[in-house]
């Protein structure tokens, strides 16, 4: 299980061999054997003890900011990874080839999963595939110009985000004509959020990042390293691009809270022009996206939960650096889920 | 990996032996039921460890332990009068714990 320590003021300590949790006159016990990731949402005391019981069972300790985004995480001192992996992930992203070829299948499959989607809402919705017809066209055409992009092309990286963004505002506008009328927004906003859709996605993008940075460092590679996004200082680049297949796991579970109508307005902080979740609101969406990543679906004629797929993607990449010039390279992914 | 549910139950004389068989039990992430009982979702080869370890601190002559493997269908089954366990908790089905 993941432990959220969402109370301010909670002690983290251990005792035994066992993470002992106490706020006031509420204690909680439980073995590390039962626990997958501590995530800290708030003020809370950890001791050192409790840190170095975390590290021996391989479970990582993520603080989070107001918006959910990982600040920080205690990871072992070990990589775990070969210098091999990096220097290939370095030499893949200056020869350039490699990287960009893989980047963008990485963002085909992006765009092919928001197709699929739309076209998996637009059956559930009998007699509405007339609002579906436009975005699903616009993005299938971003597709199709995707596949005719040569890897040489100099302005690869401008035409690439290109599509995206076109496809993407597609995408997110045909989704806003499916919720409640006083949910609808008008494109994304990141940071603040102005209106509860972008909060909740913002929160739900967070918990992704972090699960595909820890994948990424569990499979050897280097997050700050990337292909697309390319290096600024402190940027987790390749995070950022090794993100686009799986957004849809965040986007799934975001629609599905307010299609499903289990969205409240006491959920949400509004103040002049922002929007963020509260105390109230963050265990719905986390909850939502636990059980999400949970499932299992069909991957690669294996029943996976999704939570899996991301570290054997993040595994298939590092060998994929690996392998030689000439290698055939397998699919990239394939969600079979729609 | 795959796991089972076991019900732990012991009955030991020595105070001290007692209190480490508990121990151990809360360390395999079993939670406590009843004075001398546990019950949790073990991994196969933790059960086979944790009987280990409690047949070397028990004195045999003397002391028991029970480790009851048993189903899923089972535990749909069981029926508590008065206080109760958390069923979701004992069967791992908590994905994420809010504290």
Excluded at chain 1, 259 to 271: A, L, N, P, Q
Excluded at chain 1, 296 to 310: G, L, M, P
Excluded at chain 2, 31 to 53: A, C, P, T
Excluded at chain 2, 54 to 61: G, L, P, T
Aim: hydrophobic share 40%.
């Amino acid at each position: 299980m993941q432990l959220v320590i969402n109370t301010p003021g909670t002690l983290i300590t251990q005792k035994d061999g066992i993470f002992r949790l106490k706020n006031q006159d509420k204690r909680f016990d439980v073995s590390p054997l039962k626990v997958e990731s501590i995530v800290i949402t708030n003020k809370a005391m950890l001791s050192t003890q409790a840190v170095a019981l975390s590290l021996e069972h391989n479970i990582d300790i993520v603080f989070l900011d107001g918006y959910g985004d990982p600040v920080g995480r205690v990871w072992f001192a070990k990589t775990g990874s070969t210098a091999m992996i990096r220097r290939r992930q370095l030499t893949a992203e200056v020869n350039g080839e490699k990287g960009l070829a893989l980047v963008s299948d990485m963002i085909s499959q992006k765009l092919d999963n928001q197709f699929q989607y739309l076209k998996k809402l637009m059956y559930a919705r009998p007699g509405k595939e007339a609002q579906f017809e436009k975005p699903l066209a616009t993005i299938n055409q971003s597709i199709e110009e995707l596949k005719d992009l040569e890897a040489r092309d100099e302005n690869i990286r401008n035409r690439l985000m290109g599509y995206e963004g076109t496809a993407g505002r597609a995408y997110f506008q045909c989704l806003s004509q499916l919720f409640p009328e006083k949910y609808r927004f008008s494109g994304r906003s990141r940071q603040p959020a102005k209106d509860p859709f972008n909060a909740v996605l913002n929160y739900c993008y967070g918990i992704l990042y972090s699960r595909v940075e820890k994948a990424c460092i569990l499979a050897g590679l280097d997050p700050y390293v990337g292909f697309l996004h390319t290096d600024n200082y402190n940027k987790k680049s390749l995070v950022f691009d090794l993100i686009e297949p799986f957004r849809i796991f965040a986007e799934q579970s975001a629609v599905y809270l307010f299609t499903g109508r289990k969205i409240k307005d006491d959920y949400f902080d509004v103040s002049e022009n922002a929007v963020s979740l509260n105390t109230q609101g963050k265990p719905i969406v986390v909850e939502s996206m636990n059980t999400h990543l949970e499932e299992s679906v069909r991957y690669r004629r294996k029943n996976v939960k999704r939570k899996h797929i991301i570290q054997h993607e993040a595994h298939r990449l590092a060998n994929i650096l690996l392998a030689d010039e000439d290698e055939k390279r397998p699919e990239w992914l394939e969600i079979k889920e729609f | 990996m795959s796991s089972v549910l076991v019900w732990i139950v012991y009955d030991i004389v020595e105070d001290g032996v007692r209190n480490r068989v508990a121990k151990q039990c809360k360390k395999f992430g079993l939670q406590r039921v009843q004075k001398s009982v546990f019950l949790g979702r073990l991994e196969n080869n933790r059960f086979d460890e944790l009987g280990e370890i409690c047949r070397d601190m028990i004195d045999e002559d003397t002391d028991s332990v029970y480790l009851f493997p048993f189903c899923q269908e089972d535990f749909r089954r069981i029926n508590v009068l008065g206080q109760g366990f958390d069923r979701k908790l004992v069967n791992d089905e908590i994905l994420a714990k809010f504290f």
